[in-house]
């Protein structure tokens, strides 16, 4: 195949994927001085944390690359990033936006009390099997749920429940000070409904106002009409235990591997491969110019241009997390053939 031919067969497959029309999705090809502030970044740290998944990526130029991170030929990191790699702006017509996500803690128990009500289930076997299972309202209601074993910990409030379904993984943190650390293991198949916009349909708040310390608030002081607002969503994550990572390290990403705070983000893999660096222009009240890993996905992460920047584990980063909602620009650091590659035949 002509390299011509390979780039069409290349933009064709991320039109098919993606959904994108031809007009609408973009690539450019950028040079390292045109990255606000690279040189000032830590790219041994970006280096690293590149190291730890990049042995999973399957392709071959990847594992090529990955080979040669893990020899020890190289004076610097950034040495190794410039000289193997090309950043490449995609575009598809959205504006780019950065959000922030994080591991909650929460406060449970291995058995249910009269503070340790709510459990955080396992997958159901025939809920694997279907599409589409039972609404997050059923699921609650506890009639096909009760009595099947499937409960891994009760937790004591139904909020941050609730919001670590919405992260994906957590840890839940025992009364005798040990932890049981879980991850995603799949939903019930509907789509995720966001209560957030729901308050403000409702005219409770406008837009500007809500954040997730704003929903756990008026959720608290409302009682069933705040589980109420809940149960809008009717998608209802499952969850496995994954106690065998250990506590200093974060939680595992979609690759199955620990990420890492600020420099791991969640990415649509539609437009970015997993494990793949990327560089961010974050904008907005704290600038962010930094070299990160893609390392995860998010249902609400969508497009080319939109990223979750993970923050760590607990409430301070929670609070963090919750806050950011910033423009800017992203950057997908890929091998210097491909690359090139994926410009339209005439730029190339």
Request: a neutral charge; one cysteine or more; charged letters at 25%.
């Amino acid at each position: 195949m002509t390299r011509g031919a390979f780039a069409s067969a290349l933009l064709a497959m991320v039109l098919a994927m993606t959904g994108a029309r031809a007009d609408e999705l973009t690539y450019k090809v950028m040079e390292f001085d045109q990255l606000e502030s690279w040189e000032a970044d830590d790219h041994v740290a970006a280096l690293d944390v590149f190291k730890s998944t990049c042995a999973d990526m399957k392709d071959p130029d990847w594992r090529s690359l990955c080979a040669v991170a893990h020899s020890k030929k190289w004076p610097d990191a950034k040495a190794f990033f410039e000289l193997f790699f090309r950043p490449i702006m995609a575009e598809d017509g959205q504006d780019g936006l950065f959000t922030g996500y994080f591991e909650p803690e929460l406060d449970g128990a291995k058995r249910p009390s009269a503070r340790y009500r709510f459990p955080v289930y396992r997958m159901p076997p025939e809920a694997r099997r279907t599409s589409l299972w039972h609404p997050r309202s059923i699921i609650e209601a506890g009639g096909v749920m009760e009595g099947r074993g499937l409960e891994i910990a009760w937790v004591d409030d139904p909020v941050e429940l609730f919001f670590l379904q919405v992260q994906g993984s957590g840890r839940i943190r025992l009364e005798d000070g040990s932890h049981i650390r879980v991850g995603y293991a799949g939903k019930n198949g509907h789509e995720y409904r966001s209560v957030g916009r729901e308050l403000v349909r409702r005219g409770i708040y406008n837009a500007h106002q809500v954040s997730a310390q704003v929903i756990k608030n008026w959720v608290r002081r409302n009682g069933e009409a705040g589980l109420d607002l809940l149960r809008h969503n009717p998608s209802y994550v499952f969850f496995r235990e994954v106690s065998h990572v250990s506590p200093e390290l974060g939680p595992l990403g979609a690759m199955n591997r620990s990420i890492t705070d600020m420099r791991s983000i969640a990415v649509d893999p539609k437009f970015t491969p997993l494990g793949a660096p990327v560089w961010i222009e974050k904008e907005g009240q704290n600038p962010l110019h930094r070299l990160m890993i893609a390392q995860d996905t998010g249902s609400a992460i969508k497009g080319s241009q939109r990223a979750d920047i993970f923050f760590g584990t607990g409430d301070g980063a929670g609070r963090k997390a919750g806050r950011l909602k910033d423009p800017g620009r992203m950057m997908v650091l890929m091998p210097i053939q491909r690359a090139y590659a994926m410009l339209p035949e005439g730029e190339q």
